[in-house]
């Protein structure tokens, strides 16, 4: 996560250098451009952030559900066995 937040900031500060290359006389511009493109590189961060704490989010469910897939398995034969009994115990119509 860190090296991609350092090449975000890296492609921020070429990009405003870029946007200084297209406009160097004129510093009002320049200062748009240069909020602009630091405007772009929070979304960026915040989308990254974002995709980050879904990828965990995501991973603690798959985990969760692999740590009691058993446990369900187990519940669902014991709930079968009790219908079986009840099942047995219903005098037929």
Same mark, same amino acid.
């Given at each position: 996560?860190?090296? $991609? &937040? %350092?090449?975000?900031?890296?492609?921020?500060?070429?990009?405003?250098?870029?946007?200084?290359?297209?406009?160097? /006389? /004129?510093?009002?511009?320049?200062?748009?451009?240069?909020?602009? !493109?630091?405007?772009?590189?929070? $979304?960026?961060?915040?989308?990254?952030? $974002?995709?980050?704490?879904? $990828?965990?989010?995501?991973?603690?469910?798959?985990?969760? %559900?692999?740590?009691?897939?058993? !446990?369900?398995?187990?519940?669902?034969?014991? &709930?079968?066995?009790? !219908?079986?009994? &009840?099942?047995?115990?219903?005098?037929?119509?």
């Amino acid at each position: 996560m860190k090296a $991609s &937040l %350092l090449f975000l900031l890296a492609c921020a500060a070429v990009l405003a250098l870029g946007a200084r290359a297209d406009s160097p /006389e /004129e510093p009002k511009a320049l200062v748009q451009k240069v909020q602009e !493109l630091a405007q772009k590189a929070t $979304s960026m961060a915040k989308d990254a952030f $974002s995709r980050v704490r879904e $990828s965990e989010a995501a991973r603690q469910a798959r985990q969760w %559900l692999s740590d009691n897939a058993e !446990l369900a398995k187990q519940r669902l034969v014991w &709930l079968k066995e009790q !219908l079986a009994e &009840l099942l047995k115990k219903t005098p037929a119509a």
